[in-house]
């Protein structure tokens, strides 16, 4: 069992920056895929951006904008965003996965662990 508690997310205004953190638990967690998704309000939750050991992956739309990476000494990942707009106001979720996958998954349902969420609003 893999717990995961993600911070950092609040209310910023268009052209604004963030950084969600997503602590792990678990002693191999240098192992675990590790991703961030998010779920706006009446949409289906979307791939953000993927990280392991292999490397990482982003979403088209957060290109350029966004950087994932991790810590392994620390149990942690993050997301920085950078240059938000309105259309990434959503919760975003992080996730885990204790199997290894090369490329790193871009799918919800390759992942089994996930956080409780944190709301980011951007404001125009």
């Known amino acids: 069992q893999v717990r995961l508690v993600e911070s950092g997310g609040g209310l910023v205004q268009a052209g604004g920056s963030l950084r969600l953190s997503c602590v792990a638990s678990g002693r191999t967690f240098s192992r675990y895929d590790m991703g961030w998704f998010r779920q706006a309000p009446g949409k289906e939750r979307v791939f953000v951006a993927g990280i392991n050991s292999s490397g990482s992956r982003t979403a088209d739309s957060v290109k350029g904008r966004f950087t994932i990476s991790r810590d392994n000494a620390k149990n942690t990942v993050y997301l920085q965003m950078n240059s938000l707009k309105p259309e990434d106001t959503a919760v975003y979720y992080c996730?885990?996965?204790?199997?290894?996958?090369?490329?790193?998954?871009?799918?919800?349902?390759?992942?089994?662990?996930w956080g409780q969420g944190t709301q980011v609003t951007v404001s125009s």
């Open positions: 996730a885990a996965n204790t199997v290894f996958h090369i490329p790193v998954p871009t799918t919800s349902k390759s992942y089994d662990y």
